[in-house]
């Protein structure tokens, strides 16, 4: 993935909010870490603990933040700005954008699209997508084996890349990225037990995700029992999370890899939910609420609370924990001292 | 997914075992619980907390048990029945063959069938499937995607979700539902450390799977090391479950979502495994066990027994432990003042 | 998967290496544990808590230890050798071939690819694989449904099985295997919050596999947000892994099934990781650390050492702790009768 870019095009796309301080001549050749950064790359600084590793950069050009004072060494060039990290992604959005073009609009020769499928002509259907009948697809673009069920949408600008599943009548928002192998819309697993068997019971309702959701790769979400399991708008879900049937997440949430979220689950706005947490079934799990990785959480959350542990407690209280726990050898030790100390004294009247 | 269905309709399915009371003379437009139903929903009382949500129901026709005594509102009809969750199962059922019939009998033009593989003429292949050599497929269902390995059997009945892989050998009872994605019969994980690198040692077994089998969407099953990995009968396992070579689940067992069975380990029948709880290897897991969610089981399970914990400990245990953990902080202080205490009592004869 | 296998070519894949003890006359049926194989069968002693096993066995062919010095049965045949699991797996190596043969060199027709990709003479290219334009494709295996994005590499004699999905710019080291379902190069989870939702952070980077990578089933690893992620040599993926972005995996490691790596943390070489486990972002582990299965890293791990627990601690300490957890319930009882006690004792000078 060589680069050559030059530095009078990042300025372009900083130009209203950056100082320079220095000067590089030649074009950027990369983009690197503050400690891993050769002559000829780009580089920045996102976190302010790592600010001591700045002057010994290698990098070419560095963004770094307004009240950074240090100077740049010869060759160097700093561009100083309010959020060098957001800064950053603006850059590399439009090295995305050089890197990986948007596909041609229309239908790969080899993409079948059933006859009352409806596809906007500003579509991209890559290579092996199947639509089916009944199916809308808006200006999205779908890479390559992307299959949408029957009478499911598409947004404008989403994006669904290689091998995503949508399945009949799910509704995918506006600007939704959906990465490659994810499932939106298999079976909720719901048995009755009956007769010496579990009896399937079935799964009518669909999966609905609001506008600018992301779905990371092989995660896989539910359809509802009846009515929708809901992805609220905004939320960002990593991959290999699974989220069962009629589980509502709210807006702006951010749902790390390898978690999972039990039926009939809601999740207020802004909730975090840290990698390989699990969530029990038909709990309420208030707005902003933050759940450490790994935590498994079998009741109620309120709102703003921060919780961790097997099962879920407050973060203070597993923090304080974790700690004493390490201490238990010691503390088994030093009770069976006293014990033995106290059933040497002497009794007062026996 | 409107829906418009007549109250005669559900009567008729329901024809043996209904006694009704009130009436609601429009179509049912919907299915919703009983908090969240709207005039013209059915709704249902399926788990007896819920009781008292159901005089408040807006919905238009209510599935109740039998014993339920209270009158219905004006233009609400209830159905009195003696297991209302079946009965609606069986009513979602009905709409759901509906909503999402069977795909037409027949092979796509656009799938691959390779010549000495062998199609019931009452399958039905979907686009983009491939069907390998020696390959055996059933009067089932194949949506699209879908690969079948050489000398794969697929059996009657089988429903096939978008891009299932069923690998070389594997053999798939009658009646199973796979989930889109699933990964049936992948290498098991089997390496020999040897000349400072680990040798693989090569997977020459395969998956069989017996009758009414459900495999959730994203799960993967390893193929044996030799023999064969074995899921019984009337077994449901949900998505992202990954099931190791030479596993042996036994029948009508519930795996729930991300758990994880390392290699050769055995599960007699009706065992229950919660969400993200993982079994080590070569283990035996007695019939009717019951595997709490994210417990981490690191040595054999009794039949019939519950456990939970990490590691695996007796449930009661478990929850009696879960509670004193958190009392830990306030041990340890009453240990120090106790301690102290008994350094400051006079101690006899030293 | 029937074998019929003579023991004349069982001899000579083993000949540099064995000693023979008894004799059989037939035909190799199939490949049983001790315990579990029938006559015909090949067996091995692997393990040596199995050795008691050992002599009971119905097998008609065994794989024993030079050191074992009991006689065989009549019409059994002892094959003795210095590691029987090493030369079981030469054996199965050869039955591999045989079983699951290679699929014949060329593009299938259904396959699609861009004119300025380049795919090697020797390659096979199975159905519906999709080869991106800049694409380079080694004397490699692409089962089916593999795609392969722009730019990408595939190095020579690597086996991609079905539905693997290798990124743009993404590369594949030579004799990898990446299992069905497999995602490399998916977005990084990135995202910046700014005017009130989470702004996405591009990922222009890529993954890089070095030589004998295997990555399982339906892993994932996703692209760097820039450089790249990467694996180092010999390192064996199990299925459901999630690797995230700019995570640096050393050689010759073992991730288990369902573990969860978070960004930018790096692994040296020989590590091994235990099934569900999850790593923390921004961690550095030790070469030769042990994590085991269900652990949950937070903070650095040293080399060659061994962690357990959530959150990870000293093996040894865990297991103590493990103990003693149980024990607790007794010693809160016996502190009460404790402080009780004390309580009655006279206090000296108040």
């Known amino acids: 993935m060589a680069l050559a870019y030059s530095t009078e095009r990042i300025l372009e796309i900083l130009s209203n909010d950056c100082e320079t301080v220095g000067a590089y001549e030649g074009s ?4 690197a870490s503050l400690s891993e950064a050769e002559p000829g790359d780009l580089s920045f600084l996102g976190n302010p603990k790592y600010r001591a590793a700045l002057a010994d950069s290698k990098a070419s050009v560095l963004l770094v933040p307004k009240d950074y004072d240090e100077a740049p060494k010869s060759g160097q060039l700093y561009l100083k700005l309010e959020n060098p990290s957001f800064a950053l992604a603006l850059i590399c959005r439009d090295i995305e954008a050089t890197l990986l073009p948007k596909p041609p609009v229309g239908i790969h020769p080899s993409a079948v699209v059933e006859a009352d499928a409806e596809v906007s002509p500003e579509a991209c259907i890559g290579a092996f997508c199947y639509i089916a009948s009944g199916a809308k697809v808006g200006a999205a ?4 084996y992307v299959s949408v069920g029957r009478s499911a949408v598409i947004g404008d600008e989403a994006y669904l890349f290689s091998r995503v599943s949508v399945g009949d009548y ?5 600007r939704n990225r959906l990465m490659s192998g994810c499932v939106i819309g298999s079976d909720g697993y719901g048995y009755e037990y009956l007769d010496g068997a579990h009896q399937r019971v079935p799964q009518i309702g669909n999966v609905v995700t609001d506008a600018d959701v992301d779905i990371g790769a092989n ?4 359809r509802a029992r009846f009515g929708s399991t809901q992805i609220g708008g905004g939320t960002k879900v990593d991959n290999q999370v699974q989220i069962a049937h009629n589980v509502r997440v709210g807006r702006h949430c951010l749902i790390v890899a390898q978690v999972g979220i039990s039926g009939s689950t809601i999740l207020g706005d802004g909730v975090v939910v840290g990698g390989q947490a699990g969530i029990a079934g038909h709990l309420k799990i208030g707005s902003g609420a933050m759940i450490a990785g790994g935590t498994a959480v079998v009741s109620d959350i309120e709102a703003q609370s921060k919780v961790r542990g097997y099962p879920a407690m407050p973060m203070m209280l597993f923090n304080r924990m974790a700690v004493l726990q390490r201490k238990l050898p010691d503390l088994f030790k030093r009770f069976d001292q006293l014990e033995k100390r106290v059933k040497s004294l002497p009794v007062e009247s026996e």
């Open 170 to 174: 799910c509704q995918i928002g506006e």
């Open 219 to 222: 995660s896989t979400i539910d």
């Open 141 to 144: 673009v779908l890479e390559s």
């Open 28 to 31: 950027i050749l990369g983009i």
